[in-house]
């Protein structure tokens, strides 16, 4: 079955460009140039990737973002004319799993949309491999459903978040530095002033402390990296 890319953006040039370029690699195209339409595509839809633009009229980028990430468990594709780096940590910390600058490479964005795809493709695909439970203190890491409890409350977490607290969980007692994180979650190069690691790990922490009445899982060895205590 084809993927469904939903495709938002209030530039018609720019929806009508990605949708030839993505029609191209054989994806099925969902076009909105707002996020309230947007949103309700989404209700309708089985949607399997979102590229969304951030500076639109009403709700903006960042919001539908997170309205989406309060639902749903898609990958998002963050699109700017902007390029300064709060813009993306804010993308990230809002839910967003890949951050481009317009004007941007058609072919670079393909790319990291295939890349987007596979990834989510990958751990749907390996949670019904195996159905082993994860357990740390109250919280249960089900990796066959891709989902993560605590004291039977389920925990959103987007799917670069699950993969971090999968990837430490199964590594109990070893750290692993920002550069590894990035490289094992993301599979990409690590730029020495990328800080994507630590905006998603304080995510995840905030959540899982949050449901755990403050209770640590993640530790950080500072200067080395983080871990998950045996």
């Known amino acids: 079955m ?26 099925n195209v969902f076009k909105e140039s707002c996020g309230e339409d947007a949103l309700d595509t989404l209700d309708r839809e089985e949607i399997h990737l979102i590229v969304l633009d951030i500076m639109m009229p009403g709700i903006d980028g960042f919001e539908v973002c997170r309205r989406v990430r309060e639902k749903y468990n898609i990958p998002i594709l963050m699109l700017s004319a902007k390029a300064e780096d709060m813009d993306k940590i804010q993308g990230i910390i809002t839910g967003a799993d890949d951050y ?4 941007f490479n058609q072919l670079e964005l393909i790319v990291r949309v295939k890349a987007l795809l596979r990834r989510a493709y990958f751990l749907n695909t390996k949670m ?4 082993d439970l994860i357990r740390i203190e109250s919280m249960v890491i089900d990796k066959r459903k891709h989902k993560v409890t605590i004291e ?3 925990i959103d977490l987007t799917a670069r978040e ?5 990837l430490l969980a199964t590594n109990r007692g070893r750290v692993f530095s920002a550069e590894e994180i990035f490289a094992k979650v993301w599979k990409e190069r690590y730029f020495q002033s990328n800080n994507t690691v630590m905006v ?17 899982v993640i530790h950080t060895v500072w200067g080395v990296g983080y871990k998950i205590e045996k």
Request: glycine share 4%; net charge negative; hydrophobic share 30%.
């Open 100 to 103: 481009v600058c317009k004007p």
């Open 2 to 27: 084809n993927s469904n890319i939903l495709v938002v953006d209030d530039e018609k040039e720019i929806r009508n460009l990605l949708e030839i370029n993505l029609r191209n690699e054989g994806y």
């Open 200 to 216: 998603h790990m304080s995510r995840l922490r905030d959540k899982i402390e949050h449901n755990m009445n403050g209770s640590k």
């Open 128 to 131: 019904q491999i195996s159905e």
């Open 152 to 154: 039977d409350r389920e």
């Open 162 to 166: 699950f993969e971090i607290l999968y």
